[in-house]
Each structure stands twice: as C-alpha cells, then as structure tokens.
C-alpha cells in the first residue's frame, strides 16, 4: 500500500480559499490515478476529483467544478486540491487516494482497493 500523507486543512470563512497536498512517501505513483474524496459528518465518502494521465485526464464532482482545481505539480508524488470559493456544504474531512488499476474517470465510481491517506479536515464557516 502506498502511504499518503495529507495537509492544507483548517478554519475558513465562506468565500475563502485552502490549498490540499498530498504526498505519497517513498512511492513513486508516476503511473497512478490520483484522486481526493471527502467526507462529512453523518454521510458517506465522496468523490472531489481525480487526475489520470494528464491535464486532459482530469475530473470533478459537479458541485465542486470551477472553484476546485486538482493538479500534480510532481507526478511522481504529489497531488495538490486547490479550492477557491468554499461554501459551508465543503466543511468534510478531504482524504488523498493512489491506484495504480483504475483509470481517472472510473475513480468518479467504486468501489476502491487502492491506498488512502488519513485525512485532513477542512471547516468552512463564518
């Protein structure tokens, strides 16, 4: 299992802007589907968005498209959540996840065998 390790949580006020990162360490997951999931209090885990091949190979959950932007500024071990605008309906635990079998696209579906982070929180409100 790859080991990923998230950042960028904390306390914003609607409108505000965090920055997610996501570091696979020791792993080189140059040839994984990337992707962040979330999960609020009381609900079930939640495809973000996830980055395959390249930018082409990008998607998002469709209340998230145009204020998130999923990125690999290093394919080899990172991937980055920037979200703008956040909204209160955002405040979840967001989590990293690696797989190396399933594209991008069918990251939007499960079910999941790849690897998962521990979480990091994020709290929107005002």
């Known amino acids: 299992q790859v080991q990923l390790e998230e950042s960028g949580g904390g306390l914003v006020q609607p409108g505000a802007s965090l920055r997610l990162s996501c570091v696979a360490r020791g792993w080189d997951v140059s040839t994984y589907a990337m992707a962040w999931f979330r999960q609020a209090p009381g609900k079930e885990r939640e495809f973000v968005a996830s980055?395959?091949?390249?930018?082409?190979?990008?998607f998002y959950r469709e209340s998230v498209k145009g204020r998130f932007t999923i990125s690999r500024p290093d394919v080899k071990n990172t991937v980055v959540l920037q979200m703008n605008d956040l909204k209160t309906e955002d405040t979840a635990d967001y989590f990293c996840y690696a797989d190396r079998a399933k594209t991008a696209w069918a990251l939007q579906r499960g079910p999941y065998s790849g690897s998962w982070g521990q979480g990091t929180y994020v709290t929107v409100s005002s």
């Open positions: 980055f395959g091949r390249g930018p082409q190979d990008i």
